[in-house]
């Protein structure tokens, strides 16, 4: 089994920061994607950003520029730097990882999910 813990969520103003750590831990041969989706009330859980094991990153459109994704592969942890923050990016922040846990089969697993809310 394979367990992520996430952290770092908060209440900030528009305009501030925050970063979102998220490590993985448990029978992990090898992590293929690490990634942040999240989820507004009211709404479909969306892409923020991923990072596979190859260094290529993925960003949402409404995040470019503003957030960064990072990995510490020797650690197994994701981080989400996230700066200009905006009112609309209030949601739950959701950890996930596509992990080898032996040499053929791998799964897909989700974080807790970490609230951020950014007040105007």
């Known amino acids: 089994q394979v367990q992520l813990v996430e952290s770092g969520g908060g209440l900030v103003q528009a305009g501030g920061s925050l970063r979102l750590s998220c490590a993985a831990s448990?029978?992990?041969?090898?992590?293929?994607?690490m990634g942040w989706y999240r989820q507004a009330p009211g709404k479909e859980r969306e892409l923020v950003a991923s990072?596979?094991?190859?260094?290529?990153?993925n960003y949402a459109d409404s995040v470019k520029g503003r957030f960064t994704i990072s990995r510490d592969n020797a650690k197994n942890t994701v981080y989400l730097q996230m700066n200009s923050l905006k009112p609309e990016d209030t949601a739950v922040y959701y950890c996930?990882?596509?992990?080898?846990?032996?040499?053929?089969?791998?799964?897909?697993?989700w974080g807790q999910g970490t609230q951020v809310t950014v007040s105007s």
């Open positions: 448990g029978t992990i041969i090898s992590i293929v994607d």
């Open positions: 996930t990882s596509r992990v080898y846990t032996d040499y053929r089969n791998w799964d897909d697993y």
């Open positions: 990072k596979n094991s190859g260094g290529g990153t």
